[in-house]
């Protein structure tokens, strides 16, 4: 392996560990340029690959670490915290990195967009506003 990727490896590590230290060209910034598409991330992540390891937001290899769900969302609450992943990739791993000249930025904006929808923002048939409401305590009447 080489020293770049190795140290591309580590500043992913310590930017998903801390949050505070991001990758050139991973911010939200980079990302704000045009309106994510998920049509076009879904597309891209079937024509490169991730598909063969995440079908549908799994993982075939590490299947208690999905692309999606409520701890996923948590863990990675920042695009640029999946933008540095797919970027450099995960050394030790089978993911590789995914430079500049193999996904612009705005297809890797279209593949996070993706994947977070494959997310719901509130799990089925529970949305926050068709709780029921608590049941009234009758008053004893005299």
């Given amino acids: 392996m080489s020293i770049r990727r190795l140290l591309a490896s580590f500043l992913s590590f310590v930017a998903l560990s801390s949050g505070s230290i991001t990758l050139p060209g991973c911010t939200q910034a980079a990302f704000a340029q045009a309106k994510p598409d998920v049509n076009k991330g879904a597309q891209l992540f079937n024509r490169l690959t991730c598909a063969a390891c995440h079908p549908q ?3 075939t290899i590490n299947r208690s670490k999905p692309l999606k ?34 996904l612009s930025d705005a297809g890797l904006s279209d593949i996070i967009a993706y994947i977070r929808s494959l997310t719901p923002k509130t799990p089925p048939g529970t949305p926050e506003h068709s709780k029921p409401p608590k049941a009234r305590k009758k008053s004893k009447s005299k």
């Fill in 57 to 59: 937001g799994g993982n």
């Fill in 69 to 102: 769900g409520a701890s996923f969302q948590q863990k990675f609450a920042r695009d640029a915290m999946i933008a540095a992943i797919v970027r450099s990739g995960m050394y030790g791993t089978a993911m590789p990195a995914f430079g500049k000249d193999q």
